[in-house]
């Protein structure tokens, strides 16, 4: 009888010991409860995150396909907000709402200050006239979007060239202008549909 007692407290005793290690450890702690939390918020984060980054994504591919589908509409226009006489002239900024190129189907108008001249010092004019007859124009898909070029006299004693870089992913855009005979004048902006 006393081997049976003594067995019953030892394993009572040990069952006094164990449990609460059994039990505690099944228990969340406050750690625990906070870490996952912060994963459930992670998670939230996580997701709104993921669809802020389609959205941004949609929308990026909206304007992709709204600059390809002006640029192939041959109806828009590109407002320069800077230009600079090339290799190394300073760049001077352009406020004068009217300069542009607008090209509108098969013909152009061009309202644009071009550097002249053989030598330094260039002369700036002024060329405002419309395009009927667009030489060589030519509108070639690049990796970065769009390469546009035509030539014509533009109502002066030389034949120019330009060629404009229509970026598809920023909607920014660069013309050259130049001629055999006068220096590349350079402008940076952008482009716009004419409806």
């Known amino acids: 009888m006393k081997k049976i007692l003594l067995t019953f407290a030892i394993t009572a005793s040990l069952m006094a010991i164990v449990v609460p290690i059994v039990v505690t450890s099944n228990t969340p702690s406050g750690a625990n409860i906070e870490s996952s939390a912060e994963g459930l918020r992670e998670r939230k984060l996580d997701q709104k995150h993921q669809e802020r980054i389609a959205r941004r994504k949609a929308r990026q591919a909206a304007f992709e396909h709204f600059i390809d589908s002006t640029v192939l509409s041959h109806n828009y226009r590109f407002s320069p ?28 108008d061009v ?25 060589d124009f030519t509108t070639i898909q690049t990796d970065d979007g769009w390469r546009v070029s035509f030539s014509s006299w533009l ?33 940076w902006g952008s482009i716009s549909a004419v409806y």
């Open 81 to 108: 907000t800077m230009f600079n006489v090339e290799p190394a002239g300073s760049s001077h900024l352009i406020t004068n709402p009217n300069i542009e190129l607008a090209i509108y189907g098969d013909w152009a």
């Open 111 to 135: 309202h644009l200050p071009i550097y002249q001249g053989f030598a330094p010092p260039y002369r700036l004019i002024l060329v405002n006239s419309a395009i009927t007859n667009l030489a």
């Open 155 to 187: 109502y002066t004693s030389n034949d120019y060239t330009l060629t404009l870089e229509i970026y598809s992913k920023t909607g920014g855009a660069t013309l050259s202008v130049g001629s055999d005979f006068s220096p590349t004048t350079t402008y």
